[in-house]
């Protein structure tokens, strides 16, 4: 059975690019093996990322995560059973979000600054959809 898990976390503030590109790294190296896609927006200090897979991968990956030591404020904005994925070209893409314009934040959003903790999870997601499709994302696999 496939989901799809959406969540935002905010970093710790000693994250640095070096240590997110780490992150990416190591995500792209470990999903393949355990069938997990997915896309990355960060920005500002705040993660918002989408899983898709096998329910027990993914569910083990986001109790990793929650886990971290370099996220804070793990929330699950989205949890569902999926027929087909939206996000399998990526082993673990990221949104080029200085490509972003920030109106597109307006749409979802009182604010033009990424803040998923202030909106639901269907419009979390909504924006994530619309972020990948209007962003470059990086990384493809």
């Not at 083990?60 to 995560?65: A, H």
Request: net charge neutral; aromatic share 8%.
């Amino acid at each position: 059975m496939l989901v799809r898990l959406l969540y935002a976390s905010r970093a710790v503030p000693s994250l640095d690019q070096e240590e997110l590109q780490a992150i990416l790294k190591q995500s792209k190296s470990r999903n393949p093996a355990a069938g997990i896609t997915g896309v990355l927006c960060f920005s500002h200090g705040i993660f918002l990322q989408v899983l898709e897979g096998g329910r027990s991968a993914v569910n083990g990956l986001y109790n990793r995560i929650a886990a971290d030591p370099r996220h804070s404020q793990v929330e699950l904005l989205l949890y569902q059973e999926i027929g087909e994925r939206r996000f399998a070209g990526w082993s673990m893409g990221q949104v080029n979000m200085s490509r972003l314009n920030p109106s597109l934040l307006l749409k979802y959003s009182a604010t033009a600054t990424l803040d998923p903790y202030s909106v639901s999870g269907a419009v979390s997601l909504a924006l994530f959809e619309e972020l990948v499709a209007t962003a470059s994302v990086m990384g493809q696999v």
